[in-house]
């Protein structure tokens, strides 16, 4: 693991509500309440004094001190011995993804998983490795015998599997929260087969706040994990890739390899040391989340999923382009899900009150 120094983030903790929440006009327009995706968030004034007063380096040369702090408290959070910063999450997966096969290999991973769904066929764009899916249940669970059954071995026909995929909170199924024994139990059977397994934990600190434990044991049964900075965390830019140091060195130059290695990375490394200390508020969005789906449930032609972290997964009886058109005209950003589904997530840049708002607004464009 790389040394620690630099930025010290305890003293920029202090972060007053409007400090907390600086708002720029121009993005999306001004005054708009925007539940689109946990992404959205702007930077904290502490966050941009961070950036401002980072002490920086070459981080190709690993000589960015902001950053190696920051890969080893990620790597102390999660339980890894290493970490690795990288520009974006899904950029985390495919990194790993490239470092655990060889081109010609299968990966096992779930039907709506975001690494197969939502990363433009990068498993095989980027390691030339096949995707065999696996139809989990209804909160994107694979069971320990769909693992044994979906297996591959290498022959002269058939290409192996070498990798399982999994997923906490799984996005698609509306943030679900899967408990560390059921990603132990797929893990395990995985193992049997000599098959490496990667947590896709872009929302990690969700699923392990709503689940009351420490992210490490959630990461413990897997090899490898990414989380995002930029979600829930409210960081500007970046994500983590952990696991075992030897993992994470090949894991860097395959970094360099998709056009990540960054130079003086410690802006934007900064923030993401004030967003690791964001893990404690997560609370704050699911309990947000909880009330804007009981408000969403009461409004004629929508049904809404009952929510487990921040995103509220809401039926539509009209089309779900329409609804959202009649949303935003009443001043409310989401996003579609399906052609009848459409989804709110709720972050540190909407309260109490704005919810509340939408839940008015959503009232006005379903009467519309």
């Known amino acids: 693991m790389r040394g620690e120094a630099g930025f010290d983030a305890s003293r920029l903790l202090d972060v007053s509500d409007a400090d907390r929440r600086v708002f720029l006009p121009g993005a999306v327009g001004h005054g708009m309440l925007d539940f689109r995706s946990d992404t959205v968030t702007r930077p904290s004034a502490a966050m941009r004094d961070a950036a401002r007063d980072a002490e920086v380096g070459d981080d190709v040369y690993a000589e960015d001190p902001t950053v190696n702090e920051l890969e080893a408290r990620a790597a102390e959070l999660v339980g890894t011995e290493d970490a690795l910063y990288v520009p974006s999450g899904t950029m985390g997966n495919q990194i790993a993804i490239r470092t655990h096969t060889e081109p010609g290999d299968e990966l096992l991973c779930e039907v709506e998983s975001h690494v197969y769904k939502w990363e433009l066929g990068g498993i095989a764009q980027h390691s030339g490795v096949q995707a065999r899916t696996v139809d989990g249940d209804d909160r994107g669970v694979i069971a320990p015998e769909q693992v044994h059954d979906g297996y591959v071995a290498a022959d002269g026909h058939r290409p192996g599997t070498s990798l399982l995929c999994l997923e906490n909170t799984h996005n698609s199924k509306g943030g679900t929260a899967i408990a560390g024994e059921v990603i132990r139990a797929a893990a395990d059977a995985a193992r049997e087969h000599d098959v490496a397994v990667h947590l896709d934990g872009a929302r990690l600190f969700n699923a392990a706040a709503a689940l009351g434990v420490d992210a490490s044991e959630l990461v413990a049964p897997v090899d490898t994990v990414m989380f995002c900075l930029s979600k829930g965390l409210g960081a500007p830019v970046g994500s983590m890739l952990a696991g075992p140091s030897e993992f994470i060195e090949r894991a860097r130059r395959n970094r360099k390899l998709f056009g990540g290695g960054m130079r003086q990375a ?47 997964l809401v039926d539509t009886s009209e089309p779900a382009s329409a609804f959202l058109d009649a949303l935003e005209a009443e001043g409310v950003l989401a996003s579609a899900f399906g052609e009848r589904q459409v989804r709110f997530c709720t972050h540190w840049d909407v309260d109490g009150d704005d919810v509340d708002e939408a839940i008015a607004a959503a009232e006005r464009a379903s009467a519309s």
């Open 266 to 312: 410690g802006m934007i490394a900064a923030p993401g040391l004030l967003a690791l200390e964001n893990r404690t508020r997560l609370d704050e969005d699911h309990a947000n989340a909880e009330r804007l789906a009981a408000g969403l449930d009461d409004v004629d032609g929508l049904a809404v999923h009952e929510p487990e972290t921040n995103i509220v």
